[in-house]
């Protein structure tokens, strides 16, 4: 009998392999929370695709371009206003945050759906306006939940983290095109179906795997990161392929289907990746539990590491272990609104709001973001304008996408290696980013055979670029405490430079030049049911401004780059490092602690 109680001692050998302990591991572990992200960014990208069915609204409701302008400026304001998902993620736990996102994403989109298809009376602007901010305003809710838990988890790898994240996002709008014709076929009306219910489903399948953890080393982090990276921009080559092919050939449903399989089968494949490193980290515990005993010593000479973090979940959470006095002390947000601390650590939510940092962003944004979101809101009607068949014009947004996705990925990744190993600050990138979609503009208002095509390769990559480094440069020069509510306000003047450029200028000079053409064909508004026009004249000044807003941009933000650069010379990460270092010694010792326990048990 003593002989038969001997082999449980713990901890069990590392060979050994428990399915249980694993499973738990799996569902429990950063990785996997880390796939389950992804795929929620993958569904929280459907505001990328109103250019496919704003004609569809537009159409059926009988809607002026002012009107579908308004419509698309709302749909920007709740995609990009997500100053109540933060609040609520301050004071709430994430998978709450998450189910709401998932309420307003059917909610929204599904009363679009029964407007579009006349199985409700036709709706008033103002109540389409509502129904497509909220359909639009739970994208937030899935960021808020899933990017910025993630972040938190892997602080000294946010760079490349955010920019995959937001990738998938970018990629969402050509991964919903290859779903939804091969589930509907070539049916608009049923896209705004399928985006209604589908992202909904998505976060309710994972809401429970998405929380803050324990940040940890991770031996194989940026090699994980980097096959997460192949992974991925193989997905988007497949995606490219597969809208180019689809412009040329017409595909059977069963040829969409397997389009749509393909796409799926690349969209899963980090799970493998998942389950392999959670396989690594239980081998990695194991290993580390049976050594404890030899390092119990050098553990107990560091007690005041215990007793600094009696609750490790809280120091987590905020982020580092010198700001969690500090952030004590700024609990009020309305104290020491002047006195800020330095850049990097934890600021209060007003401390950011109101630094000149934060006003140079909101500028920038407001010109960069802004007239990206107009030009991407406006591809459908300017290939129309253009002479250009519907088929290429879904194939305009899916090419958006794409690109947005290589932007994303592209300044997350290479910023980092040019922070890293050169100190070239992430708001120098800004800069370019900003004077790239300046050309796409031009593009578009003077434009020649294909020039759209170049234009939304231009616009899709900077925008992806411009929204990644704006999540990751608030991170870095306000800390991480209020990342949540910082990084929501952060794109607060994104919607309100879509209003102003896409409707009070954009959609009135369109609708301006299509009555100038209706008076020289002697016909009055009222005599036709669609306010179109044909021809190049139709966004030509429009983009032309939009082409000097974005160079003003640019060059505010070089004012940034000024400020900041003595900033991004430091080592900005060591704080996360020594925190993870403590996290290290803590868990040793538990683990030692156990080990003994357990021994005395047995024995």
Not at 78 to 103: D, H, I, K, R, Y
């Amino acid at each position: 009998m003593d002989q038969q109680s001997a082999p449980p001692q713990p901890p069990p050998p590392s060979g050994c392999f428990s399915p249980c302990r694993f499973i738990k591991q799996v569902l429990v572990g950063r990785w996997f929370m880390m796939f389950a992200s992804f795929l929620i960014m993958a569904g929280a990208g459907a505001t990328y695709l109103f250019g496919v069915y704003s004609k569809v609204i537009k159409s059926t409701l009988g809607y002026d371009q002012s009107t579908l302008n308004l419509l698309g400026s709302f749909k920007d304001l709740g995609a990009n206003v997500g100053v109540l998902s933060g609040l609520m993620a301050e004071v709430t736990p994430t998978w709450f945050v998450l189910l709401v996102g998932s309420a307003m994403n059917f909610a929204g989109y599904f009363m679009i759906w029964l407007a579009v298809t006349k199985k409700i009376s036709k709706p008033s602007v103002w109540q389409m306006c509502i129904y497509i901010c909220m359909g639009a305003n739970s994208q937030n809710f899935a960021n808020t939940g899933s990017l910025v838990t993630c972040v938190k988890n892997f602080p000294e790898s946010r760079g490349m983290l955010i920019g995959l994240m937001k990738g998938f996002i970018g990629l969402s709008g050509a991964v919903f095109t290859q779903l939804y014709l091969a589930i509907y076929g070539n049916d608009a009306e049923s896209l705004i179906l399928l985006i209604g219910w589908l992202p909904a489903v998505i976060s309710i399948l994972f809401v429970f795997n998405i929380k803050t953890m324990k940040i940890s080393r991770h031996p194989n982090e940026v090699k994980v990161f980097y096959e997460y990276l192949i992974i991925s921009v193989g997905l988007a080559l497949c995606l490219m392929g597969l809208t180019i092919a689809q412009k040329y050939v017409d595909f059977s449903h069963v040829g969409h289907i397997v389009s749509a399989t393909a796409v799926c089968f690349l969209l899963f494949l980090p799970c493998l990746i998942a389950f392999r490193e959670e396989f690594t980290t239980l081998r990695l515990k194991e290993q580390a539990a049976r050594a404890g005993r030899s390092r119990v010593v050098v553990v107990e000479e560091e007690p005041p590491l215990v007793s600094s973090k009696p609750e490790p979940e809280i120091v987590e959470v905020t982020g580092g272990l010198k700001g969690e006095d500090h952030g004590k002390k700024d609990a009020c947000c309305c104290t020491n609104i002047c006195n800020k601390p330095k850049r990097g650590e934890d600021y209060s939510i007003l401390q950011a709001l109101l630094s000149i940092d934060m006003l140079i962003l909101f500028v920038a944004t407001f010109c960069g973001l802004g007239c990206s979101l107009t030009a991407v809101d406006n591809l459908g009607q300017i290939g129309e304008s253009l002479g250009y068949p519907q088929r290429t014009i879904s194939t305009f947004v899916s090419l958006v996408s794409i690109w947005n996705y290589f932007g994303r990925v592209f300044s997350g990744f290479v910023s980092e290696k040019l922070l890293l190993k050169w100190k070239i600050p992430r708001t120098l990138m800004m800069t370019f980013a900003l004077l790239l979609p300046s050309i796409g503009d031009l593009l578009i208002a003077i434009p020649f055979p294909g020039s759209v095509y170049i234009a939304s390769l231009l616009i899709g990559f900077s925008y992806g670029v411009q929204l990644t480094l704006l999540f990751i440069i608030i991170s870095e020069l306000f800390g991480l405490k209020y990342y949540s509510t910082l990084f929501n306000c952060g794109q607060l003047a994104s919607p309100l430079g879509s209003y102003i450029l896409n409707v009070r200028i954009v959609g009135k000079l369109y609708d301006r030049e299509a009555l100038k053409q209706l008076s020289r064909r002697g016909m009055t508004r009222s005599m036709v049911r669609e306010l179109t026009c044909i021809g190049k004249d139709c966004y030509r000044r429009s983009f032309l401004i939009l082409a000097g807003v974005n160079l003003f941009g640019a060059l505010v933000s070089l004012i940034l780059v000024v400020r900041t650069r003595q900033y991004y010379k430091t080592d900005i990460y060591k704080r996360f490092r020594d925190e993870m270092e403590a996290n290290e010694k803590e868990m040793m010792m538990m683990k030692t602690i156990d080990c003994d326990s357990d021994k005395k048990q047995s024995s």
